[in-house]
């Protein structure tokens, strides 16, 4: 895709949702647009634009001019869904009438510091996954990077069912994406007891990051932390060199205090762009 080849040519740190992988689930990889852009005095052959637009109003992320980055010139949209960790060009911001807004947050974790959990900032994550092992013991516990013939679509129903039944329907974000991952993501590793499938992890790659997609499990005490765990100890995970994204928290304060405590080596307040709009005055 020329827009994400463009980011690591770049080296623009990709945002949560701009991965190959991503862009196909959500249905977006057909919308990747080159737009003919007239060069300034002295630039060049720099003269092509690269976008994403997932629908008619929002753009996924700010518009990438071949060979310079990030930059405000006068063919941006009026709304851009999200910026990248370099917000907009190294710092820069889009001029008036652009304002931003909070959209989120950007949790990154090291997947070495998984490795020790001693020590007091560890205290609760720890505790939680020795109480569900000691409660499990001999229990046939298995964790493994699953092909599609071990993840049986009944399970994977059987699963998603009782994980479900436990949350709001209106929480859940982007759903028709979340079911594409679930059922036929490229990397997904099943946590098994018994032989019966208890949880699963999903997870898709950037050409920065490792982006933590979904974990999902069955609603059984310090469960989520022991998956979230198995995780971050894959031998893949821990032998890939990059930090994980674990995207942000959909303003849930149970969620932030979750991935608060599993000490993230990174937060970045994550923006979006918009026009402001004109107040009309009174005739």
């Known amino acids: 895709m020329d827009y994400l080849k463009t980011l690591h040519q770049l080296r623009i740190s990709p945002n949560f949702w701009c991965s190959e992988e991503y862009l196909e689930k959500a249905g977006l990889h057909s919308l990747r ?6 060069p300034l005095a002295g630039e060049g052959s720099r003269t092509r634009l690269f976008w994403v637009v997932p629908d008619g109003e929002w753009w996924l992320a700010p518009p990438l001019e071949e060979g310079v980055g990030v930059r405000a010139i006068p063919d941006n949209p009026n709304r851009i869904w999200s910026d990248f960790s370099l917000s ?16 989120d947050y950007e949790y990154m974790y090291d997947p070495w510091c998984f490795r020790d959990l001693s020590g007091g900032r560890w205290r609760t994550f720890r505790k939680n996954i020795n109480k569900w092992e000691r409660e499990n013991k001999g229990r046939g516990v298995t964790y493994m990077e699953t ?9 994977l129903k059987r699963l998603m ?24 993501g490229r990397n997904r590793a099943g946590l ?35 998956l979230r765990l198995q995780f971050y100890r894959h031998e893949p995970i821990q032998l890939s060199g990059k930090l994980v994204n674990d995207g942000g ?7 932030k205090f979750f991935k608060d405590r599993l000490n993230p080596v990174r937060v970045r ?7 402001r709009e004109e107040k009309q005055g009174e005739d």
């Open 147 to 155: 092909p599609g013939d071990y993840l049986q679509e009944e399970d």
């Open 88 to 103: 907009l060009g190294g710092g820069t911001v889009l001029p008036a009438p652009y304002s931003k807004h909070l959209l």
């Open 192 to 226: 098994f007891r018994d032989g019966e499938l208890i949880g699963l992890n999903v997870w898709d790659h950037s050409w920065a990051f490792i982006n933590f997609r979904y974990s999902i499990c069955l609603p059984e005490p310090g469960l989520a932390d022991y």
């Open 161 to 184: 069912v009782e994980w479900l039944g436990n949350r709001d329907a209106e929480t859940i974000h982007d759903d028709e994406v979340m079911l594409a991952f679930v059922f036929g």
């Open 269 to 275: 307040e994550v923006f979006s762009w918009a026009v």
């Open 33 to 38: 647009i080159k737009w003919p852009l007239t």
């Open 249 to 255: 928290v959909l303003d849930k304060p149970s969620l």
